[in-house]
């Protein structure tokens, strides 16, 4: 008899003994080796799932909005690249990771009723509904400490309000009235001021102006989207507008309308310093191309109008954003709402009143009433002791 190994058997097995070789493995090994097989096959599974949890289009929107919140809040000066990365990054653990996490948590029964929704790891099994509620306990705790440590707690606030409007508000709303998709535009909108907030540790008026692109550009998205996906909502159970408006006449009226709120909105970026004269006409531009789009939704509600209209909103955000980028410039008098600093309240105060009152001191009438947020409120008076 032949000492030579068999050539049937396993290259990590041709240094045992002929003796073993011969005789087939016990029962119990291969039982245990199936067990281990099957355990690490079950921990790939759910480690490669616990990244589908977050919607990889919601977290690049997310980590965008806010990048570019954090660089506006810089004004000229150099952009701390760290800091922007640990916004980013907290942004993203925070508002995108931990609150869709939760989001499909609270969703389970309705995303497995869904076509676009059904394969997602919690309806599909992949994953267990304690695995994704430890996941977004950490993600969200971790975001949060890492804005409150890296930034300042303001950041930190406006990315637990995101995290609770979300998960608590905004999606149990989605089962129980159409005012839902109002309120997640304002849950879309808090990421580019928490940016601003993180790189400049105050809420001023300029860092009003993208979080209000945010939310009017979002409503025409969301009623393109909720009219081209209108059965699969109903089967989710899902109460969106366009459920209740079978010639999709009100969708249509109700994005054209949002986007004319968004033409002023390049004026006021140059009327308060936050950008040059050229965006007021490459706003205006873009805010009238994605108009269009709604007005041929509203004139034929058919979903290749629909289509239209949600791929120029796809194109409208980067490009508005990216024009905010290019041209935008350095402002000085800058208004704090809500300042961040070593000063007390009252010290702050005086000094942000003796601000103004040398602002009131240096300018005419009419141009520090053209300042005025609100145009309808009585005009300012030039002096006040």
């Known amino acids: 008899m032949s000492n030579s190994t068999p050539s049937t058997v396993s290259p990590s097995l041709q240094y045992l003994p002929n003796h073993l070789l011969s005789q087939p493995f016990p029962a119990r090994f291969r039982r245990e080796s199936r067990r281990r097989l099957d355990k690490v096959t ?25 990048g570019t919140g954090y660089i506006l809040g810089t004004g000229n000066a150099t952009v701390n690249l760290s800091g922007l990365c640990y916004t980013c990054a907290g942004t993203m653990m925070i508002a995108a990771s931990s609150a869709n996490s939760l989001n499909q948590i609270f969703e389970i029964s309705n995303d497995a009723k869904m ?8 309806p599909s099994g992949r994953i267990s509904v304690p ?6 306990v950490i993600a969200g705790a971790s975001g949060a400490c890492l804005l409150a440590s890296k930034t300042n707690m303001v950041a930190a606030g406006l990315g637990a309000a995101n995290l609770v409007l979300y998960a ?12 839902n998709t109002w309120v997640g535009a304002v849950v879309g909108a808090i990421p580019p001021l928490l940016g601003w907030a993180a790189a400049s540790g105050q809420i001023s008026l300029n860092s009003m102006i993208l979080p209000a692109a945010l939310y009017f550009w979002q409503i025409p ?6 009219h081209l996906c209108r059965s699969d909502y109903a089967a989710g159970g899902y109460k969106m507008l366009s459920l209740f408006d079978p010639t999709g006449k009100r969708t249509a009226a109700v994005a054209l309308r949002n986007c004319f709120y968004m033409v002023p909105l390049g004026f006021i970026a140059y009327d308060w310093g936050l950008t040059s004269s050229w965006f007021c006409i490459e706003s205006t531009l873009l805010t009238m191309a994605i108009a ?23 194109l409208f955000l980067p490009v508005f954003m990216s024009g905010l980028l290019i041209h935008r410039v350095y402002d000085d008098n800058q208004q704090p709402v809500l ?23 240096a300018q005419a009438p009419v141009a520090y009433s ?6 309808f409120l009585p005009a300012p008076s030039l002096y006040s002791p």
Do not use: C
């Not at 079950?42 to 806010?66: H, I």
């Not at 695995?131 to 977004?136: C, F, K, M, P, Y």
């Not at 998205?221 to 909720?226: E, I, K, T, V």
């Open 42 to 66: 079950t921990t790939l599974v759910v480690t490669g799932s616990f990244p589908k949890l977050d919607s990889g289009t919601v977290n690049m929107l997310v980590v965008a909005t806010s």
């Open 115 to 122: 076509k676009r929704t059904m394969r997602r790891p919690l």
């Open 131 to 136: 695995h994704a509620v430890a996941w977004a």
């Open 168 to 179: 608590f508000v905004y999606t149990p709303l989605k089962q129980l009235h159409p005012v």
């Open 221 to 226: 998205h969301f009623m393109a989207l909720a």
């Open 292 to 314: 269009a789009t709604a007005f041929s939704f509203y004139r034929h509600g058919t979903m290749e109008k629909a289509r239209k209209m949600l791929h120029a909103s796809l």
């Open 339 to 361: 300042e961040v600093a070593g000063l007390s309240n009252s010290a702050s105060g005086e000094v942000i009143q003796t601000q103004r009152r040398k602002k009131r001191a």
């Open 370 to 375: 053209s300042a005025a947020p609100f145009p």
